[in-house]
């Protein structure tokens, strides 16, 4: 089982997860953050971490979201590790709980 880094990261990408990481799994794109799925050992660490919930496992990702464990497989092979803590994106606060923000997920 891995986890996995859902929709309300896209825009905040708060990185207070990748700290904690003890096997450096999460990988950081333009405006989202990945965990690698071959890398994670389900250790639980990252969950509590994240301030806006956007880490579960992956038998526990809600309905309408399951495009997210093939994103964060796909995406962990293109973007670098992320071992260290950054400050979230400036926005970060008016986008957390935003519905639908998958159309913002810049892939470059």
């Known amino acids: 089982m ?4 859902l929709d309300n990261c896209i ?5 207070d997860c990748v700290e ?21 050992i389900d250790c639980t660490i990252c ?3 994240c301030p ?9 990702i809600p309905a309408g979201q399951e495009i997210f464990l093939e994103l964060n497989a796909e995406l962990s092979l293109k973007w670098p590790v ?3 803590m950054k400050p979230p994106l400036p ?4 986008w957390d709980g935003k ?9 470059e």
């Open 2 to 5: 891995t986890y996995v880094v």
């Open 11 to 15: 825009q905040c990408k708060h990185t």
């Open 20 to 40: 904690v990481c003890p096997v450096d799994c999460f990988h950081e794109g333009p405006n989202f953050l990945v965990i690698d799925p071959e890398e994670c």
């Open 47 to 49: 969950e509590p971490e």
């Open 52 to 60: 806006i919930d956007a880490i579960v496992s992956e038998d526990d």
């Open 82 to 84: 992320i071992t260290e």
């Open 91 to 94: 926005d970060a606060e008016e």
């Open 99 to 107: 519905a639908n923000k998958l159309e913002h997920l810049i892939r």
